[in-house]
């Protein structure tokens, strides 16, 4: 059971470029999210989705965009990478139910914006 | 809107010994769910323990428990008999019970970096 798969693990961007961070998860959940983080503070949230279709903005959404088109992946797009988008981006899915209070969370993927 | 904060940068704690992390939290529901999340390393998101606000008894989970004081809004994590593969960074996170805009969503404090000293 692979769980919550980030690709790619790590990328370096210059400054203006694109990139698309593909998340995965074989569990069925119906919610995903994105967070980043950075040093000195805790996980924010990017955008999330509660199904197939939708998505929604969270936190610090500006300079990012989503999409899930099938239910198992949740891809967060940088359409022109700036230096302060660099940091750790972990994506995290769930399901709603009795004993739906646990969130399970990818390994991360660095991104460096230079 | 809901708010954790954990006091602590860093702590450090000889190995078998006991150590306590605080996280306080500010919100206005009445029921909510609190989770411990250890990041070591490799930067994966571990879940360590979790904690139903409308229980009143005390999470354990082997050799981390909570004291959790909901009066006063405080999520203390323990860890007894340290060991080396304890050190990473520790997050306190809030989560709503209500689906907030469709979604439950987590809100992380700064984190704890714990060291253990052998």
């Known amino acids: 059971n692979a769980g919550v798969t980030q690709t790619p693990k790590f990328r370096v961007l210059k400054t203006g470029q694109s990139m698309t961070l593909l998340c995965a998860q074989d569990?069925?959940?119906?919610?995903m999210y994105w967070y980043r983080q950075d040093p000195g503070m805790g996980l924010r949230l990017i955008h999330y989705?509660?199904?197939?279709?939708?998505?929604a903005k969270g936190e610090v959404p500006d300079g990012y965009n989503v999409s899930r088109l099938k239910k198992q992946n949740f891809l967060l797009g940088l359409e022109s990478a700036a230096p302060s988008q660099t940091s750790v981006y972990f994506c995290?899915?769930?399901?709603?139910?009795?004993?739906?209070?646990?969130?399970?969370f990818g390994e991360g993927s660095w991104l460096t914006v230079v | 809107a809901q708010t954790v904060t954990q006091s602590q940068p860093e702590m450090s704690v000889q190995e078998a010994e006991t150590v306590t992390l605080s996280c306080t939290y500010d919100?206005?529901?009445?029921?909510?769910?609190l989770f411990w999340y250890k990041q070591p390393p490799s930067r994966q998101m571990i879940l360590v323990i979790r904690?139903?606000?409308?229980?009143?008894q005390n999470a354990t989970e082997n050799r981390f428990s909570v004291n959790f004081q909901k009066a006063a809004k405080s999520f203390s994590l323990k860890i007894s008999d340290s060991q080396l593969g304890d050190a990473a960074m520790y997050f306190c996170?809030?989560?709503?019970?209500?689906?907030?805009?469709?979604?439950?969503?987590?809100?992380f404090g700064q984190g704890t970096r714990l060291t253990i000293n052998p």
């Open positions: 995290a899915s769930s399901y709603v139910g009795i004993s739906g209070n646990t969130i399970y």
């Open positions: 569990m069925n959940h119906e919610y």
């Open positions: 989705s509660v199904g197939e279709g939708t998505t």
């Open positions: 919100t206005s529901e009445s029921d909510y769910y």
């Open positions: 904690q139903e606000a409308y229980k009143q």
């Open positions: 996170a809030y989560r709503s019970v209500l689906l907030i805009q469709g979604a439950q969503k987590l809100v």
